[in-house]
């Protein structure tokens, strides 16, 4: 089951964390594995490290925050099966204290990151009559988070992009879909807590993972899991869902 044989996927933001999760746990199903990202150093090791598993991947530097790098990149992979659209940056802040430069970074990296990849693959997948996009979305998309205006604000616009992705290609079979994690355990949250809480570093990691009702993080491999099952054909019936990844924290946070 959960095949990815002969498919060949681009996962952005696929160096580490999630993403690399996903480009790993995808290899090892088959899949032939693009990653794009910014980060040289972590994107050529992950790819290494699945090549050394015996799986195909490979590394592109690119900035998903420019369109013809993006579209140069896929016009190259051309028959691209499954898009990963993971890449984001995030920002503590509310609207009266969050600068115009700081929010227009996450919209850039976040919302015109996943816009570019959207508007550069659908035209390939509709030439193949067939494609799944599975896009990162948050919690923050769903209920109100302190101090995370631009993020939240960047993850809804995710959330709604997925939708109407899903229902504008139905013809072409192209689903898409989205998942919405709470806090997971990956480098980023470390260096997250790190710059915005130097000093209190366990402190804010308790802190962070007794605010989900399963009183843990979640971990990039488990996540990765619901990614196979929503790109891999055994949820053909499923498009346009976004799916709760989150220990509990939206519904029974109460």
Known sequence: MFSLKNKNVV?????????????????????SI???????????ATAEAIKKDGFN??????????????????????????????AGVAHVGNAS???PADFQRVMDINVK???NCLHAVIPL???NKRGAILNTASIAAHVGITNRFAYSASKGAIYAMT??????YLADNIRCNSISPARVHTPFVDGFIAKNYPGREAEM???????????????????????????????????????????GFVHLNN
């Open 125 to 127: 997948m509709q030439r």
């Open 97 to 99: 204290n969050t600068l």
């Open 57 to 86: 991947a490979q590394f592109t530097l690119c900035d998903i925050t420019n369109l013809d790098a993006v579209t140069a990149v896929f016009d190259k992979i051309s028959d691209i099966d499954i898009l990963i659209n993971n």
């Open 11 to 31: 996962i952005t933001g696929g160096a580490s964390g999630i993403g690399r999760a996903i480009a790993v746990l995808f290899a090892s199903q088959g899949a």
């Open 205 to 247: 990691f308790k802190e962070l993972s007794d605010s989900q009702p399963i009183k843990r993080m979640g971990t990039p491999e488990e996540v990765a899991m619901l990614a196979l099952f929503l790109c891999a054909d055994e949820s053909a019936f499923i498009t346009g869902c976004d799916y709760l990844i989150d220990g």
């Open 34 to 44: 693009y990653i794009i990202d910014v980060d040289v150093q972590a994107g050529e």
């Open 113 to 115: 990151g996943a816009y």
């Open 163 to 168: 939708m109407s992705v899903a229902r504008d």
